[in-house]
């Protein structure tokens, strides 16, 4: 009633969620609305339709659990943040129409201009980014580029609908185009060399006019207008007026949920893609195309190992189970399928028996593979079973970056801390065991880790109205999280040696995996 409250949402790859804070940051109702990506004309991409139908609905199912709960109509909100997920392309004319569909980080179709713009920056330019996607578009000579007067991701698109705001949080900007660590805003020497690259095609595209503003977790980010509100909540109960922070990605919001944004922390996010983020002390020395240099909401620099396959293969073996147990007429739900399945695993061999997968339903860029085919491989002398079934997709989830991560570890990047989050880390244990054993490292699991990226943007709403002069750092460390320490595993010596056969087997077996793409379509 008084409005101490904070309101977090996020538009994730498979679920858009509302999370609702009170004034000591806990969780107090939520909402959630579950969405696909769509392959159009060899594109992965959502509808707008669906961006608003799903923002609406989770607010809504949000706003009911506040009214059973607590008897009350939700009117005022102290303050709300919008966070998405990373990258992708959403490019808008003069009259604020999308020009082509949403091109999301999934996509694999920027190689040409992955490279070209590597070279040129002598900074890593993966194929995700916004500024790849867009100097593609220009080497295509697509007609729409010369219409292009705005260009954001859906984080900031969501935004500038509900506040009218162009702005970004520095976090979901780092990963559009580079980020000068002194201004904290974008590298200007390379705006001038994509400026220099860009000047025969006769285009009016200054980035700095183009891009969104850039700002850092704190600042205000406006405030919701009415037809923001409208928008979010069609039955006109929810005021205008409500702070709303900078926008960012869920790579940041991540890194909030786990207090993890101080020099050495770092965390795995797990989900449809994975991430690790390590918040580094100093720039890494070489130009590596497996690591990203982005950065966290406050500005801090970051080393980003981002795969763009997760859990995506998991569900869907999981969908058969669930199938087959219905096949016999039993009803289980899907938290106990996902329980006794996923302990399962548990029981394998460390090595994973010998069987081998590829969770692949999009492109990998780490290990060079530039399009989906899910696989899954063994030998007549792989100790095939239920264990190990289970053991290897949860495996060979953290395959891809268990390779990007071996290069950071060569550059003698010190972690001390390691925190998973994200569905795969809901069942106690499991997951958090076999990533221990993929990072070679303890990982902590914090009570949290389910709440994800939209308890993470709601905590950056918080900031923003009572950080009270704290650095972000300082008030996640000592206001948010205080003495909690979550449960910590540490990687046995049988599970770090079956991870490293099992890894082993994965590289060599990759060109098994390009030789079905090559050879079989589908």
Not at 302 to 328: P, Q, Y
Not at 408 to 435: A, C, R, S, Y
Request: with cysteine.
């Amino acid at each position: 009633m008084d409005g101490r409250t904070a309101l977090g949402i996020e538009f994730g790859s498979t679920r858009i969620k509302a999370v609702l804070i009170d004034s000591s940051y806990a969780p107090i109702a939520a909402g959630s609305y579950e969405w696909e990506n769509q392959l159009e004309n060899g594109i992965w991409t959502y509808s707008l339709e669906d961006v608003w139908k799903g923002l609406r609905i989770s607010y809504r199912k949000m706003a009911a659990e506040v009214f059973e709960n607590y008897g009350e109509t939700l009117k005022t909100i102290g303050s709300i943040g919008f966070s998405a997920m990373m990258h992708g392309y959403m490019a808008f004319d003069q009259d604020d129409k999308l020009l082509v569909p949403f091109r999301t980080w999934r996509n694999s179709i920027t190689e040409e201009a992955e490279k070209i713009l590597t070279k040129e920056f002598a900074y890593n330019i993966p194929q995700r980014w916004s500024i790849a996607h867009l100097y593609q578009a220009i080497l295509n000579d697509e007609p729409h580029v010369k219409k292009i007067k705005f260009l954001t991701t859906l984080a900031g698109y969501v935004h500038w609908q509900m506040t009218g705001e162009k702005v970004l949080g520095v976090g979901d900007a780092s990963g559009m185009f580079p980020i000068d660590l002194e201004t904290k805003n974008y590298n200007q020497a390379m705006v001038k060399k994509f400026s220099q690259l860009i000047a025969d095609k006769e285009l009016d595209l200054d980035l700095n006019v183009i891009l969104p503003k850039v700002l850092l977790a704190g600042a205000k980010g406006g405030k919701l207008t009415q037809s923001g509100a409208s928008l979010l909540d069609p039955t006109g109960n929810l005021q205008a007026g409500i702070p709303v922070c900078p926008p960012e990605g869920d790579a940041g919001t991540g890194m909030v949920a786990t207090n993890s944004v101080a020099p050495r922390t770092g965390n795995v996010s797990a989900g449809t893609s994975a991430f690790a983020m390590i918040v580094l002390e100093d720039e890494l020395a070489e130009v590596y195309p497996e690591i990203d240099q982005v950065t966290t909401p406050a500005g801090d620099l970051v080393g980003m190992v981002h795969t763009n396959n997760c859990s995506s293969d998991i569900n869907a073996w999981m969908k058969l189970f669930d199938e087959f147990t219905k096949s016999l007429g039993l009803e289980i739900s899907q938290d106990k399928l996902f329980s006794i399945l996923f302990n399962e695993a548990l029981k394998g061999d460390p090595d994973c028996g010998g069987l081998l997968s590829y969770g692949y339903f999009s492109g990998e860029n780490i290990t060079g593979v530039n399009e989906g085919r899910p696989l899954f491989v063994r030998s007549p002398e792989s100790n095939f079973n239920l264990a190990n079934f289970m053991r290897v997709h949860l495996a060979s989830a953290f395959g891809a970056m268990r390779i990007g991560m071996e290069i950071l570890k060569k550059e003698n990047i010190t972690i001390d801390k390691l925190v998973g989050h994200g569905g795969i880390f809901k069942t106690p244990v499991v997951g958090q065991t076999i990533l221990a054993a993929a990072m070679e490292a303890p990982v902590t699991v914090m009570e949290t880790a389910g709440e994800g990226g939209a308890w993470g943007i709601a905590l950056l709403a918080a900031y923003m109205e009572q950080a009270k002069g704290k650095e972000l750092e300082q008030f996640l460390a000592e206001t948010v999280f205080g003495a909690d320490q979550g449960q910590t595993i540490e990687p046995t010596e049988a599970d770090l040696k079956g991870y490293e056969a099992f890894i082993e087997r994965y590289r060599q077996g990759i060109e098994i995996e390009k030789s079905a793409i090559e050879h079989l379509k589908i």
